[in-house]
């Protein structure tokens, strides 16, 4: 195998491992899991009297100003009238940021560093039923029915399609330990991904709050601990459903439609994935050509310079055979002549010393 090619699949590996070190929460979301805790309708439809109330009579909600659309009037109202017992609080942005100031001043430069509205609409929803508890419900979500069945549970959220949860409706007691992760989870997910859509939603968004539920139950929690999640029958299409929903959402932006739009284009969307997988393709095995051409030319240079050196390399073996030769012919001269300081030493035979020479010559240079 070319090294070009090792490489090549080497820093695939190395990428696809990252990408699954990074993903790996979101990918769990692809097992739903959320009946095992579902509100059941024993839960919701039975006689509650029996049962303790454990989340707080507080409903919150939350917008810019008090001057809430006329859209989400009659629901808002109709909260209200089915719960007068309730405490009702509508925070709106001022009231948000003095909160988060007093009493979590460790959050406010990320509450303040948020692009987008919204995302501080989305956490300053889970910072009040951390210190409150009570029911948090979207302004496009307008009551149906009391909530009181959902409030002999320490905690819901709602399911959402395909899988996951949302954020739209939730309950808590104070300090649970769900939404104590939820808060302290936020300043690490403040991120821009680009696409404002994509930003919103896994930053404080349902998606955001999926990935939080998800790490929260890995490794079990006790039964005081454990997130109850209301199913959509319960939610909105059923008989018994507690809230009445309101078309028009309160935040989406023009790439939310766009994103929204591609399930009604799945056989687009799908050509669409194909032709970015076949570029993605045809980029790689660019890389890979450039690879072998960087090889191929440090190549040719290695050979282009192998080639240039051989004179050289004739000229340094010349010169070291000469020496030696001068060598040979020194050794021979002392053997043949006597120093007038060696008058004393013996005189070698002028035969004997020819025979010697004949030897040193007849060596291997």
Known sequence: MKTELKILIWAHIALVLFLCYETFDLMTLL???????SLLDSDLNSDISSRPQLIPKIIHQTYKTNDIPEIWQDGQKKCQELHPDYKYIMWTDEMARNFIS????WFLKTFDSYKYNIERADSIRYFVLNHFGGIYIDLDDGCARRLDPLLSVPAFVRKTTPSGISNDVMGSVPRHPFFIKTIKSLESYNRNWLVPYITIMYSTGPLFLSVIWKQYKRWGVPESGVVRILQPADYKSGPNAFFNITEGSSWHLGDAKFIKSLADH???????????????????????????????????????????DIPSRFSRDSEIDENKVNNHIYKIAL?????????NLPVVHIDVADDIEKQIMNQPM
Request: a positive charge; one cysteine or more; aromatic letters at 12%.
């Open 335 to 343: 053997l043949k002549r006597r120093n007038r300081k060696d008058s």
């Open 102 to 105: 007093e009493e979590y001043p």
């Open 31 to 37: 097992y739903d899991d959320t009946f095992k805790d």
């Open 266 to 308: 799945i056989g687009t969307a799908v050509i669409g994935g194909f032709l970015i997988a076949i570029a993605i393709l045809s980029v790689e095995f660019a890389i890979y050509l450039s690879l072998v051409a960087l090889a191929n030319s440090r190549a040719m240079k290695k050979c282009i310079s192998f080639i240039k």
